[in-house]
């Protein structure tokens, strides 16, 4: 652990997202309005660079899902960011429900002007066709589940559990094409895989989970060093004095990683720290917001 490289190898591009790809470019023929879902804690991360490309000319609308999770400053910065970049955002938590009437509004005012001329030319009661895209993991069938007000798609926790096509009638204006999540194929960089394991997006088996807990600690104390020590009751000199040992870095925050394995109880027999249950324990906490709402991704 504590002669960890500083770099790791991340390629994940499951065979049925190639074929999803090429399904996306044909549905998009029938589509009016293209949600783009995210994870608020990585905006950037969580955008599949081949989404602008192939719905160029179609009607966009970003969604930083689960808002709950992420800094409410940083949301709002977020939200102007794709504002100014000509590209309407609405922030939504898939598990409460909150936003998702918004998201609706904002597909009707997208479409207000199309709908108009349509309505002057003899054709009303055209539905609006929306598209639901994302990379797997950010929420989508909750999302979809949300915004229809049922429960007939298979919501789970973990990546890519979406795998069909099929049509949702949301209310008399709107329906909804749901498809399974895309990831493309190389990262941009290697923080871009990371904040992507951080958040669960990749699967824990692809790196190991206590790789990711380790750069995740790490991530967490230039920013956020206050919320590991309110999480796991751990006095902030001590934090620093680990910190300030004449030794390398990775080698401190190794130490620091078993001190919150030890607040938290995870011990094997004979006193040693148990690094798998300790990282599972850092992995839950920050996906599940029990170390604060943190957005990794920030508007400078």
């Not at 179609?58 to 689960?66: A, E, F, G, M, Q």
């Not at 998702?100 to 597909?107: G, P, Q, Y």
């Not at 795998?163 to 999540?181: A, F, H, M, S, Y």
């Not at 006193?271 to 943190?294: P, Q, S, V």
Request: hydrophobic fraction near 35%.
């Amino acid at each position: 652990m504590d002669n960890r490289q500083n770099q790791a190898n991340i390629n994940w591009y499951p065979g049925h997202m190639a074929k999803t790809r090429r399904q996306i470019i044909e549905d998009l023929k029938l589509i009016d309005v293209v949600i783009e879902l995210l994870d608020s804690r990585i905006p950037i991360s969580s955008r599949n660079p081949d989404i602008e490309q192939i719905t160029k000319g179609k009607k966009r609308i970003i969604v930083l899902n689960k808002s709950d999770l992420s800094d409410e400053k940083q949301n709002k910065a977020w939200v102007e960011y794709f504002n100014k970049n000509n590209i309407p955002a609405v922030l939504t938590d898939s598990n409460s429900g909150n936003g998702i009437h918004n998201c609706l509004k904002e597909i009707e005012k997208i479409m207000d002007e199309d709908l108009a001329k349509l309505s002057q030319k003899g054709r009303t009661g055209r539905k609006i066709r929306v598209m639901i895209l994302g990379i797997p993991n950010v929420g989508k069938s909750s999302f979809i589940n949300r915004v229809a007000k049922k429960t007939s798609l298979e919501v789970a926790n973990r990546p890519g559990v979406t795998r069909t096509k099929q049509w949702i009638r949301v209310n008399e204006k709107v329906e909804l094409l749901d498809t399974p999540g895309v990831l493309w194929p190389k990262f941009e960089s290697e923080e871009v895989g990371f904040n992507l394991a951080f958040t669960g997006t990749i699967k824990d088996d692809i790196l190991e989970r206590t790789e990711i807990a380790f750069y995740l600690i790490k991530k967490l104390l230039d920013k956020h060093k206050l919320n590991i020590c309110q999480r796991y009751k751990i006095n902030e000199e001590d934090i620093d004095n680990i910190l300030n040992k004449p030794q390398d870095e990775n080698s401190n925050i190794y130490e620091i990683m078993l001190l919150i394995g030890k607040k938290r109880g995870a011990i094997m027999s004979g006193g040693r720290i148990d690094e798998e249950k300790t990282a599972r324990l850092i992995l839950d906490d920050f996906r599940t917001g029990k170390l604060g709402k943190i957005t990794l991704e920030t508007i400078k």
